[in-house]
């Protein structure tokens, strides 16, 4: 089955850790996507990729960082640099850069104690 | 500035009781309008992609609607299946990377 995985659905952090949020892909998919959703907010890009090896911030990157070494693998670590980093995370991907809809992971919800 | 403004905020529905979600964009240079349902504590599903105005798409009991500042996603005979959160997103510009969200419309449909 093609589809975008996230690992783990439920992350605990203690104030003060680095902690690294997963993401895989095998659709193939040349861009994607860090989201962050805080309830009745839409979501906000944090970081994106088009190609391997190379990265964009979005408008929320302070506190974040990635890395893509991997076409399919586009992980992300929370710092302790983010402030207020208790919140749902969403892995997106797409064809290409060009007019195309974006798919979905199944989300990582971090709650930090 | 470019914005992405979802109404009602939240909706409840009577099973069969039809009615319509509400997306207004303020961008510059539409590329595509997205809408997608979310359930809770999961990742948003893809439902529709409009690229100009007055097209339409259908699946099922929704039919989503596009014009030049918005489109509607009009639920015909809701079921209670159909109660989750739907977002609608907007690409726009030159950025192709760029996506905007909307803050959802959150749908109960009771029995």
């Known amino acids: 089955d093609g589809g975008i995985t996230q690992s783990p659905k439920y992350l605990f952090r203690k104030e003060g850790q680095n902690v690294t949020l997963s993401c895989e892909q095998n659709l193939n998919h040349d861009a994607m996507y860090w989201y962050r959703q805080d309830p009745g907010q839409g979501l906000r890009l944090i970081y994106y990729s088009q190609i391997v090896n190379d990265f964009q911030k979005g408008d929320i990157a302070e506190g974040y960082s990635v890395s893509r070494e991997k076409k399919e693998s586009f992980p992300l670590t929370v710092t302790s640099a983010q402030k207020n980093p208790t919140a749902f995370y969403l892995c997106?991907?797409?064809?290409?850069?060009?007019?195309?809809?974006?798919?979905f992971g199944p989300g990582t919800r971090l709650t930090v104690l | 500035e470019d914005q992405v403004t979802q109404s009602p905020e939240a909706l409840r529905l009577q099973e069969g009781e039809s009615s319509s979600l509400n997306c207004s964009y303020t961008?510059?240079?539409?590329?595509?309008l997205f809408w997608y349902r979310q359930d809770p504590g999961k990742g948003p599903e893809f439902l529709f992609t409009l690229y100009s105005a007055g097209e339409e798409k259908e699946k099922e009991r929704l039919k989503a609607t596009l014009t030049k500042k918005e489109s509607f996603l009009h639920i015909t005979a809701p079921k209670p299946e159909d109660s989750a959160t739907y977002l609608c997103a907007v690409q726009a510009g030159r950025n192709f990377n760029k996506f905007y969200f909307g803050s959802g419309t959150k749908l109960n449909v009771k029995p």
């Open positions: 997106a991907s797409t064809p290409s850069g060009g007019t195309d809809t974006q798919y």
């Open positions: 961008v510059s240079g539409l590329r595509g």
